[in-house]
C-alpha cells in the first residue's frame, strides 16, 4: 500500500513538472516572456546560451523526461516486466534529472546570476521524485504468496 501512494504521487510530481516543462517550452518557442511576477528573472535565464544543448530547448528536454517518468510509472501497475524494472529506470532518470537541475542551478547562480522560479520548481520536482524513488525501492512490499 505504501508503495501504491508513493507511486500516485510521484505521478502527480511528475504531472506538476511536466507542465511546468511545458509552460517554459512554450515561452521559449514563442519568444514570449515568462510571468515570472516580482520574483527572479526568468527572461534572462530562458534567453542564456544554457537553456539549450545544440538547438534542442532543456524545456523539451525536461518535458520528455516527465512524460517518461508518468509513462513509467503507470506502466508498473500491469506488473511483470514494468513492475520489476520500471522502478529502476524511474530512479535513473531521477538521477541523471537532479544532477543535470544541480548544474542548472548552479549556472543560473554563479554564471547567469539570475534565478528562474520555474527551473527552480522543475529542479524541487525532479529532486523530489528522486527521493520518493529511493524510498519506494527500499519499502517494495513483498508479493503476498496465496499457496
Same mark, same amino acid.
Given at each position: 500500500? *505504501?508503495?501504491?501512494?508513493?507511486?500516485? =504521487?510521484? &505521478?502527480?510530481?511528475?504531472? *506538476?513538472?511536466?507542465?511546468?516543462?511545458?509552460?517554459?517550452?512554450?515561452?521559449?518557442?514563442?519568444?514570449? !516572456?515568462?510571468?515570472?511576477?516580482? %520574483?527572479?528573472?526568468?527572461?534572462?535565464?530562458?534567453? #542564456?546560451?544554457?537553456?539549450? =544543448?545544440?538547438?534542442?530547448? &532543456?524545456?523539451?528536454?525536461?518535458?520528455?523526461?516527465?512524460?517518461?517518468? %508518468?509513462?513509467?510509472?503507470?506502466?508498473? #501497475?500491469?506488473?511483470?516486466?514494468?513492475?520489476? !524494472?520500471?522502478?529502476?529506470?524511474?530512479?535513473?532518470?531521477? =538521477?541523471?534529472?537532479? *544532477?543535470?537541475?544541480? !548544474?542548472?542551478? !548552479?549556472?543560473? =547562480?554563479?554564471? &547567469?546570476?539570475?534565478?528562474?522560479?520555474?527551473?527552480?520548481?522543475?529542479?524541487?520536482? *525532479?529532486?523530489?521524485?528522486?527521493?520518493? #524513488? %529511493?524510498?519506494?525501492?527500499?519499502?517494495?512490499?513483498?508479493?503476498?504468496?496465496?499457496?
Amino acid at each position: 500500500m *505504501i508503495v501504491k501512494n508513493i507511486r500516485l =504521487i510521484s &505521478i502527480v510530481l511528475a504531472c *506538476i513538472g511536466l507542465v511546468d516543462s511545458l509552460y517554459l517550452l512554450w515561452v521559449k518557442v514563442t519568444n514570449r !516572456y515568462a510571468l515570472c511576477g516580482p %520574483i527572479g528573472d526568468c527572461e534572462s535565464v530562458n534567453s #542564456s546560451r544554457y537553456s539549450e =544543448i545544440g538547438g534542442v530547448p &532543456i524545456a523539451l528536454l525536461g518535458a520528455g523526461a516527465y512524460v517518461v517518468l %508518468i509513462l513509467l510509472l503507470i506502466l508498473e #501497475s500491469r506488473g511483470g516486466f514494468w513492475k520489476e !524494472y520500471a522502478p529502476y529506470l524511474v530512479l535513473g532518470i531521477t =538521477i541523471v534529472g537532479t *544532477i543535470y537541475s544541480i !548544474y542548472l542551478t !548552479y549556472l543560473e =547562480i554563479a554564471v &547567469i546570476h539570475a534565478i528562474c522560479p520555474y527551473c527552480v520548481v522543475s529542479a524541487v520536482v *525532479i529532486f523530489l521524485l528522486f527521493g520518493l #524513488s %529511493i524510498v519506494r525501492l527500499i519499502v517494495d512490499e513483498p508479493e503476498l504468496d496465496n499457496n
